[in-house]
């Protein structure tokens, strides 16, 4: 694989050439637990990374992606065992390398940035002393003072504003964005030629993961680095990455220039992968395809190909196990390559599978006589207002949720969408009653919610459920799957005898598509999809007419998660089910809901069907969403012009005067910052010439013409057709 | 708020989680650690309860000719100052700390987990209230407890056993309140309240069973401290009075033929302290591992 | 900062009422009548009514209570009938010899549980299993009983250490007193015959208080380590090129230990109730065995005046713990609430 001739980027003369190798792995394996039962995390990797290139490293959980990153520099923890055939950084050869070596090649030579830039900073030292001990580490002669300048220098870099401040703060003190900065000037401070990068912004708004990702393509570009980028999601990849490693199972599937693997996948797996991967650049049409089962763990032995099982065109020889092999400048380890491009897996997608392609469900036929599944009206929740404090000062609390209106028509999806604290999963409690609204209104099939007590309010809880993100956290431990579903049957007198809960258990596990089998299991027994499959059965137990599902699927691995799509999918066409589907993932919304509405600290921004807000957003927050979500198609992302917003979402506890979003508004600032928009605050209105949508801008009007050059969304929807 | 995550370490911990548990059975029941615990605690009870009537003498039984016998053959432990056999006394002493210890115990970990759960989970007023007065009750060790027992009731086995419950009852409250109150955030709650089960129903069958473990272990080591304290309480002449045997007091009685060679009579009660105490301290630690293989919770 | 201090400072008073409350009430329900006890079964019965009216006895519990904590207040902790001495004298006379113990154990049981615990968390298997045997049967060792084997081995036996009676060797002269605490008063004294005196006659009550403790906390400290040593922040650390022994010391210690810093306050109420059970057995001169003798002789006010001073010490610590904490955590220090 060495031998292999990245793909150049076309006409982007600001990358600097690609030069020598920085790093090469040959036969790379880690095994954990005792040798007798060993744990196969990485089951034998080949990699090379070279100056002035980004390399992504992509898989699923338990992919043995990280690992092998951790190996190379020896920051596994205790118990992992590596080895390799041969390993080189800079020059120095890795097999043979004593512990002191490795510690100083490890940020002089290869920085390290990680997921979650809080816990990965020490929470008890300033931001400055973290940057000035790496610094110190690698430049013995280097005095504190000019460390500290050039530590200075680093956060200036990273874009830190106010860095002479900030450089004397603790990172419980900066936001998200921020604090992955830190980290990244961190991992800088000694000047390393490669970077590894593991999953810098998965924990990320997506708003903030834009601006990381720049800051990384910049800094690459500047120094002349490196980059290992290790990441998940194909988006991501497409936006940053020159070359891609495809991972599964401790093994390379696949590897090749970005553009070409993510336009023409050859493996199986990485067709099947980009196939589930719900596409905010398709209509909704073009649902994701769910790869069935699941992959093998990594205390499994795997004779073959470790995909076959799960492969649609797996032959008898899949069997035996498909070398890694260079065809042209893609590598590939597969007996029966796929052929066509990724483009006619997902438009052309099978349509019956899983019987998930269907077209946007008209509403309801009855819709118009019946009361909506759901009518908010005014809904607003303030936490911790009232007198506090030892002076009983008043204090005006925090609006996680301002005057929110919405309705549901049976049947049909609401997707509500947001960044982190913006209050969407507090609007979702506070609809279910699990959260007292301060003010406002909630009807539930006509039923009106608030002003009932406890009491009044169990009978009709059975009308409404909810699905959680972490379908773990969300099952009692050491309740059997049995008792999980017959609890909501015998809380509301739903079964009248032993026999008849125990046909009722199996059939909500039939319907969720899990057998008897898993009646008798714990939940953590099962896995996350599993899991998350019992959790929707619990909520159909009690024959509810409307679900919310707060971030439901997005704890899934994608293969998983179109599975999960697909099943809610169903059986809202079987049962007449109207959905709250609450998550952050646009592209996910894009796909499962009829309406969309836009959430920006505590109030709606934007509301409207959901075809309409994709394709024409009129709120300058959504457009920049929008924009800043990455979509794995590497033409498509070098073609788009970005919106890149600036700084953080602010704190709800004190959100900016007049229209919320004004601070960091794209529009405002090209309208020439008008007073409007600080003095006055918009009210959510309608828009003319188009139903029901609505969108609170003062400026709404004006955005079309100031949109950047769009954005293939349409462009490929013309293909796509 | 991650993605369409699939962070590997999540993945790790979920599969290490199960692994784990799984490993923890296994050692549990087929290892070392808890076994060898349990065997040896099942040992001391049988001992406890049937030694006195296997070993036929009376511990109270006076025989002054028979006074500061070296440990032989028909005195395996000797005798004491009025040539009572020591082991005859030591099995008795055995079964009274064992006995108080264990109810005391009990007693303090049913109200502190009541306690502890209604404050923890419906929280409010009462809440604080019961806060602080607990709070100002784990300003008072058992054996101070003891003495201002002893003091108003006058010393014996109920001012003892009482002041140990007493004086337990904040430690089992505190450990209920804080896991109820990280469990009551837990979706797995707000599910059960979506699907309209009552509050008393969530903390009954959903809470309490959850906290029941970490009862479990607080009560192995409260065993043990319970031993402790009755025994010194009965080192300072404030715990069970004499005649009865008990292990505190067999010491200090046994105290002034320590420098004139006879030191059976104090140092031999002392060892069965410690080898009580010591296999409730072990089984409170084994029974942590097991139920939190990897050692997340706090002392 | 000073918000979380006054906070603070509120629970605590508001813990010390209820621990005068539980003390006073304590007392106050004993069967036995104080006044007979002073008098006597031979007293008439108008003594004991006169006795009892100048106690205070006859009005009601409330009352009785709202005089007692006036008292407190003003710093009369009420006179022992047993010696007719004013508790509070008498108090400040013993106290020293009770803190220099226990003050001693308790940086004795640090000192051994911190490297003991460190070690312990580390990679060697073997270590781990001894300590974690040395701490349950450390663990499992009563004090006081131990404070007789150790007796009677250095002294009895090996005759190393010196007869187990007071501070100081009857011949010597204690030095003139500043702080009460013979170690540093000998020091302030220049007089080292003193001073290694009365070393030796702390060594081994220290010894026997600090062992149980020094288990107890060295287990704290293996379990807190090895929870830092799993945060992400050490794999930063170690990914920015920091060798082992500056992780241990510059990242993983400084959070380690502040768990450690909690509990062993706490703890030190315990170790104050250890030490009446170890001065008895060393024969002392603090106020355990004052304590001790004011039980039996049913003398209430040393009684209830050693169980308040235990609260004010528990709570004081416990208070400056939070403080403590509160500085040494940015996360609090920095907060504006």
């Known amino acids: 694989m060495t031998s292999e001739q990245p793909e150049r980027r076309d006409g982007d003369e600001a990358a600097p050439a690609v030069g020598r190798t920085l790093l090469s792995v040959d036969d790379l394996r880690v095994e954990f637990g005792s040798p007798q039962r060993p744990i196969h995390a990485v089951r034998g990797v080949s990699f090379d990374v070279r100056a002035g290139e980004v390399v992504a490293l992509v898989g699923e959980s338990g992919s043995g992606k990280t690992v092998s990153a951790l190996a190379l520099l020896g920051l596994l923890p205790r118990g992992a065992r590596t080895t390799m055939a041969s390993g080189t950084l800079e020059g120095i050869d890795l097999t043979g390398v004593g512990d002191d070596e490795l510690r100083h090649l490890r940020g002089a030579t290869a920085g390290m940035i990680f997921q979650d830039p809080l816990s990965s900073l020490n929470p008890v030292k300033r931001v400055g002393d973290q940057i000035v001990e790496a610094i110190a580490l690698h430049e013995k002669g280097a005095g504190r003072k000019a460390a500290r300048a050039r530590a200075l220098e680093l956060l200036e870099q990273v874009g830190i504003p106010d860095a002479g401040r900030r450089i004397d ?299 959680f993100q972490d379908p773990a956290a969300s099952l009692t431990p050491r309740h059997r799957i049995e008792r999980v579903l017959s609890e909501p049957l015998e809380l509301h007198g739903l079964v009248r005898s032993e026999a008849e809960r125990r046909a009722r258990v199996i059939e909500l596990l039939e319907l969720v598509g899990l057998g008897e089998r898993f009646a008798d299991r714990l939940p953590h027994e099962l896995s996350g999809g599993q899991r998350q499959r019992v959790g929707i059965a619990r909520a159909l137990a009690v024959e509810p007419e409307l679900i919310v599902l707060d971030e439901s699927v997005s704890a899934l691995d994608v293969s998983v998660q179109a599975q999960v799509l697909a099943l809610l999918e169903r059986l809202q066409d079987e049962l007449g089910l109207a959905y709250l589907f609450i998550s952050h993932d646009l592209a996910v919304i894009r796909h499962i809901a009829d309406e969309v509405a836009v959430m920006y600290l505590g109030r709606i921004v934007e509301r409207g069907p959901s075809e309409q807000i994709y394709r024409a957003p009129r709120h300058p927050y959504t457009a920049a969403l929008l924009s800043a979500v990455p979509v794995p198609d590497v033409e498509r992302e070098r073609e788009r012009e970005r919106i890149v917003l600036l700084g953080d979402p602010p704190s709800p506890a004190s959100p900016p005067g007049g229209c919320a979003f004004h601070t960091r508004c794209w529009l405002r600032e090209r309208l020439g910052n008008p007073e409007r928009c600080v003095a006055e605050r918009p009210e959510l209105a309608h828009l003319g010439g188009e139903a029901d949508h609505r969108a609170a801008c003062h400026f709404s009007d004006e955005q079309a013409a100031h949109l950047p050059r769009t954005d293939a969304v349409t462009a490929r929807e013309g293909r796509a057709a | 708020m991650s993605g369409v995550t699939i962070d590997p370490r999540a993945a790790a911990r979920a599969r290490g989680r199960r692994g784990g548990r799984a490993r923890a059975w296994w050692r549990a029941a087929g290892d070392a650690g808890l076994r060898k615990v349990l065997i040896g605690l099942a040992l001391f009870v049988a001992v406890a309860l049937l030694g006195p009537l296997l070993w036929g003498r009376d511990p109270d039984q006076v025989q002054l000719r028979a006074a500061l016998l070296a440990p032989d053959l028909s005195h395996p432990f000797g005798t004491d100052e009025y040539g009572r056999d020591v082991l005859a006394r030591f099995l008795s002493g055995a079964r009274v700390s064992l006995l108080l210890g264990v109810s005391a115990v009990l007693g303090a970990a049913v109200v502190g987990l009541v306690l502890g759960a209604v404050s923890g989970f419906y929280g409010g007023f009462l809440d604080g209230l019961l806060n602080r007065f607990l709070d100002g009750l784990l300003a008072f060790p058992a054996l101070v407890m003891g003495m201002s027992l002893a003091l108003a009731m006058g010393p014996g086995a109920l001012p003892a056993g009482l002041a140990v419950a007493i004086t337990g009852v904040p430690w089992y409250a505190r450990v209920v309140r804080s896991e109820v109150l990280s469990l009551k955030s837990r979706d797995f709650v707000a599910a059960q309240r979506a699907l309209g089960a009552s509050r008393r129903h969530i903390l009954t069958r959903h809470i309490v069973p959850s906290v029941l473990g970490g009862v479990s272990v607080q009560a192995s080591l409260g065993v043990a401290y319970a031993v402790l304290a009755i025994a010194g309480l009965g080192f300072l002449g404030l715990g069970v009075q004499p005649p009865t045997a008990e292990w505190g007091s067999m010491i200090t009685e046994g105290r002034s033929y320590l420098t004139s060679g006879q030191w059976w009579i104090s140092i031999i009660p002392g060892f069965g302290i410690l080898i009580l105490v010591s296999l409730s301290v072990a089984l409170g630690e084994g029974l942590r591992d097991h139920l939190d293989p990897y050692g997340k919770a706090r002392y | 900062m000073a918000k979380l201090v006054i906070s603070r400072l509120l629970a605590a008073l508001s813990v010390l009422f209820f621990a005068s409350l539980i003390a006073f009430v304590l007392l106050r329900v004993s069967p036995g009548d104080p006044a007979r006890q002073v008098l006597g079964p031979q007293a008439s019965a108008q003594a004991v009514a006169e006795l009892r009216s100048e106690m205070g006895l006859d009005q009601s519990l409330p009352q009785q209570y709202v005089t007692y904590v006036s008292d407190l207040v003003r710093g009369d902790l009420g006179t022992s009938w047993r010696t007719r001495v004013p508790v509070a004298e008498e108090l400040s006379n013993r106290i020293p010899a009770t803190i220099e113990l226990a003050v001693t154990a308790m940086l004795l049981s640090i000192a051994l549980a911190i490297p003991i615990g460190v070690l312990s968390a580390g990679r060697r298997r073997s270590i781990d299993r001894i300590s974690r045997a040395g701490a349950i049967i450390g663990l499992g060792t009563p004090p006081f009983w131990l404070g007789l084997v150790l007796i009677l081995v250095f002294f009895t036996w090996l005759g190393i250490a010196p007869a187990p009676f007071g501070r100081l060797d009857e011949g010597l002269a204690p030095p003139s007193e500043v702080t009460g605490f013979l170690l540093v008063d000998s020091l302030l004294a220049g007089d080292f015959a003193v001073f290694s005196n009365a070393l030796a006659h702390l060594a081994l009550p220290a010894i026997t208080l600090a062992l149980p403790l020094a288990a107890y906390l060295s287990r704290i400290v293996r379990r807190s380590t090895i929870d830092v040593y799993r945060l992400d922040y050490i794999r930063t650390a170690r990914a920015k090129g920091a060798g082992e022994r500056r992780v241990l010391f510059r990242h993983a210690l400084p959070n380690a230990l502040l768990p450690v810093l909690t509990l062993s306050t706490l703890y030190f109420g315990e170790l104050l109730a250890g030490s009446l059970l170890v001065e008895a057995v060393f024969n002392w001169p603090g106020i355990g065995g004052w304590v001790a003798q004011s039980i039996v002789a049913q003398d209430f006010a040393p009684v209830q005046a050693v169980i308040l001073m235990g609260a004010l010490v528990y709570t004081t610590l416990s208070a400056m713990t939070d403080v403590l904490y509160g500085v040494a955590d940015p996360r609090i220090r920095t907060a504006r609430t």
């Open chain 1, 169 to 467: 703060e603790y990172p419980h003190q900066f936001s998200g964005g921020m604090r992955q900065r830190a980290m990244i000037a961190m991992a800088l401070a000694a000047a390393p030629t490669l970077l590894i990068a593991d999953e810098p912004t998965t924990a990320l708004d997506v708003t903030v993961q834009a601006q990381i990702l720049e800051l990384i393509q910049r800094l690459q570009r500047d120094l002349e680095m490196g980059v290992l980028l290790i990441t998940h999601d194909l988006g991501v990849v497409s936006r940053v990455a020159d070359r891609v490693i495809v991972m599964y199972a401790g093994r390379i599937v696949e590897a090749g220039a970005t553009e070409e693997v993510l336009r023409q996948p050859r493996h199986h797996y990485t067709a099947g992968l980009l196939r589930s991967l719900p596409r905010l650049d398709l209509p909704r049409g073009g649902a994701p395809v769910p790869i069935s089962g699941s992959a093998p763990q990594p205390e499994d032995v795997v004779p073959g190909c470790a995909f076959a099982p799960r492969c649609p065109s797996a032959v008898e020889r899949c069997a035996e196990r498909p070398p890694l092999e260079p065809s042209g400048e893609r590598w590939l380890a597969c007996w029966e390559p796929a052929t066509g491009t990724a483009l006619d897996a997902v438009a052309g997608g099978e349509a019956d599978a899983a019987g998930a392609a269907v077209v946007p469900a008209a509403p309801a036929p009855a819709a118009a006589s019946a009361p909506p599944a759901l009518a908010v009206e005014r809904l607003q929740v303030i936490y911790g207002g009232g007198r506090r404090g030892l002076r009983r000062r008043p204090s005006a609390g925090v609006r996680a949720v301002d005057g929110v209106d919405l309705s549901i028509a049976p049947g049909t999806t609401l997707g509500l969408v947001g960044e982190s604290g913006c209050g969407k999963t507090t609007l979702g409690s506070a609809i279910l009653q699990l959260v007292r609204p301060t003010a406002g209104t909630v009807a539930v099939g006509g039923e009106q919610l608030v002003g009932r007590g406890d009491k009044q309010l169990r009978p009709l809880r059975r009308r409404f459920q909810i699905v």
